[in-house]
């Protein structure tokens, strides 16, 4: 869905640091499942936006404070957590209308 929508599909573990800062640095708007990848969001330029995907029993503020401290801006969508795994363990399912709505706010054409 979001490739459709103009992203590039990227897997940052595959990549260096330094390639991993300046494909963010050059990111306007990024979407991505919570995990150490979204470190990253520390590159981005100010104004850019970073929509983060958890599982509901996730709510951990850190990678919001990162964005904020860089004018990056955030927003986060929680998706209901297969039950019987640790919390930020868990299979979860983003809802399709609320992944495009959170596009629609940052200016992506879906």
Known sequence: MCVKSG????????LSLT????L?????????VKGAALT???FMPPG??????S????????????CGQFGVGYLELFGQATPGHPPGQAAFRIDADKLFAALSLIGVDV
């Open 7 to 14: 992203f590039e599909l990227v897997y940052p573990e595959r």
């Open 19 to 22: 390639q991993q800062a300046a």
């Open 24 to 32: 963010f640095r050059d990111a306007q708007a990024i979407v991505g």
């Open 40 to 42: 990253n969001t520390m």
């Open 48 to 53: 850019a936006a970073a929509i983060v995907l």
């Open 55 to 66: 599982p509901a029993d996730f709510p951990d503020p850190f990678f919001w404070d990162i």
